[in-house]
């Protein structure tokens, strides 16, 4: 077992963060420790994220703040999805990162780590006069013992391990000094794998509410995204084992289940795989969704994220018949404009879209409706974007997360002439903002006057306001009369007394 400690730092979607949970855990089970700073960290790690160019610039911009620390024989490591998007080409930018994994790799994160502590030991063991005498960069030797290292560990042909000597002259004879090896972990090769990344270690930040990974990856390409090429082929974990997860997290008090993937609706059951299971025991995705909101002591379940394209009605049903599935979906439009929908290669039109938000406005509980919208795709003209504005008040959507494109590596619209420029990328942003805000001014006040149910957040002690979180995904913030004090994680009652654009304000029924 290793004493180290490590730091990690995430970046970017609600996978990342999930992803992260798993990856503190199985540090954790390898004997690591997690610090709060890198101060005190011998390993660094960032779990990236490439989806717009902003983002991918945030661990470049870290790597080089941190340089200096690198001198006090820190390790390095970088995940997600810039990891699998720049590959090895992150060593020849940042030379001191020793690790580079994509989240296609990380089952095999436990071998990484060991195949690093091994570098690490070897290339302090090794004489810095052997490896100035003119021999090649070479792979490090499997170490006799490292961590309970198996002697081959080292020297698996998809993962590279190489410790390298420095340029630095030093004395003959002397030891290298681990800060100036390179040493070279890769898990970049991954993509195809049927596996999805399932670890008993899962590390969960908060104690009440949780995401648990449904499925991984996506097939469906559109064609400004860049997660089909970090994030690999679409894969789904089986009914039964979601399900034994939702059990064991009800079992230790979690109330909130959020499943998560990258396209929620293309959930295909594999497979069972232990064995003598049965074959009629596959889900849908509504099946499932129905299922983990019938698991004792479940109060709440949401899923993230939606493709309209497989988006079935069978999933309001679901809504309609099990009360424990949240009344709010998130279900990305990208565009109002049929022809740049399918310039985007999101496979359905504007009137397909709106049939779905059709049935949701449709079922037995008001459901509370968000989306993503992207402005400036190349070759949006006014009247493209105008649609887009004439949807945002035809749905009256809840809450729009908006971006200007932005090209990334790879992806097929790359080819396209981007030819918006930013200024006016942003204008649009400013002007659909806007416009959003105002419909959300006008809809959050219909909440005045009637009871929310919240699950209890925290406790803003300056303002003596509670903070809680409704059905439908809202931010409701609260006052509660002396005496009371609703604790977190707990449900509430709550009457709502007023309304901003983005939340809304009430007192606690006791
Ligand atoms: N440029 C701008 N926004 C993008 N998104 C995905 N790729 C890009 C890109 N290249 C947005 C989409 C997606 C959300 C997660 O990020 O709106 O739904
Ligand atoms: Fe990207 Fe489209 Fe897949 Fe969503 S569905 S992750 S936008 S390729």
């Known amino acids: 077992m290793s004493s180290k400690t490590f730091y990690l730092e995430t970046f970017g979607c609600q996978m ?30 960032y779990n990236t994220c490439s989806i717009r160019d902003k983002a991918e610039q945030k661990v470049f911009n870290r790597l080089s703040d941190y340089k200096k620390y690198k001198k006090q024989g820190k390790t390095f490591g970088v995940l997600g999805c810039v990891a699998q998007q720049e590959g090895e080409k992150i060593f020849e930018r940042a030379p001191y990162v020793s690790l580079v994994a994509g989240s296609a790799s990380y089952r095999r994160l436990p071998e990484m780590l060991r195949q690093l502590e091994a570098a690490e030991s070897a290339a302090r063991e090794i004489p810095f006069d052997r490896l100035r005498a003119g021999s090649p960069p070479a792979a490090a030797p499997p170490p006799a013992k490292a961590g309970g290292l198996p002697e081959n560990a080292g020297l698996r042909d998809d993962a590279s391990v190489v410790a390298t000597a420095g340029t630095s002259a030093g004395k003959s004879g002397s030891r290298k000094p681990a800060a100036e090896s390179l040493i070279r972990i890769t898990g970049l090769d991954d993509r195809e794998t049927d596996e999805c990344f399932e670890t008993e270690f899962t590390a969960r930040s908060n104690p009440h509410r949780g995401y648990i990974t449904i499925i991984e990856g996506c097939d469906k390409f559109c064609s400004y995204c860049v997660v089909p090429y970090t994030r690999g082929k679409e894969r789904s974990r089986t009914s039964e084992s979601v399900l034994a997860e939702a059990r064991q997290m009800a079992d230790l008090g979690y109330t909130e289940i959020q499943l998560l993937g990258q396209n929620v609706n293309s959930y295909k059951d594999p497979e069972g795989k232990p064995a003598g299971s049965n074959k009629n025991s596959r889900k849908t995705f509504a099946e499932l969704l129905a299922a983990v909101g019938e698991v004792p002591g479940i109060r709440r379940v949401r899923f993230t994220t939606s493709h309209p394209r ?15 599935l949240c009344d709010h979906v998130h279900l990305p439009v990208q565009s109002g404009s049929t022809r740049v929908l399918d310039a985007m290669q999101r496979l359905y039109t504007r009137d397909q879209y709106l049939e779905r938000i059709a049935w949701m406005k449709a079922a037995k509980r008001e459901i509370s409706i968000t989306t993503d919208v992207i402005v400036g795709f190349p070759g949006e003209t006014e009247s493209d974007f105008a649609a887009t504005l004439d949807l945002l008040e035809e749905v009256g959507y809840d809450a729009v997360f908006a971006f200007k494109y932005s090209p990334r590596p790879n992806t097929p619209s790359l080819k396209l002439d981007d030819a918006i420029p930013d200024e006016e990328k942003a204008r649009r942003l400013e002007v659909l903002m806007a416009k959003q805000r105002e419909i959300q001014i006008a809809s959050y006040k219909r909440y005045i006057g009637t009871h929310c149910e919240v699950m209890v957040e925290g406790k803003n002690e300056a303002r003596a306001q509670y903070s809680g979180r409704t059905s439908h995904n809202k931010t409701l913030n609260f ?14 009652s709550i009457l709502v007394t007023g309304s901003f654009p983005n939340s809304l304000l009430g007192e606690l029924v006791v």
């Open 16 to 45: 990342n963060v999930h992803d992260s949970e798993k990856v503190v855990g199985t540090l954790v089970s390898e004997g690591y420790r997690q610090v709060e700073t890198v101060e005190e960290a011998d390993l660094v790690l």
């Open 310 to 324: 497989d988006f079935g009605r069978d999933i309001v049903d679901a809504i309609d018949a099990v009360p424990t």
């Open 479 to 492: 006052t509660a009369p002396a005496g009371a004090s609703p604790k977190t994680g707990s449900y509430a």
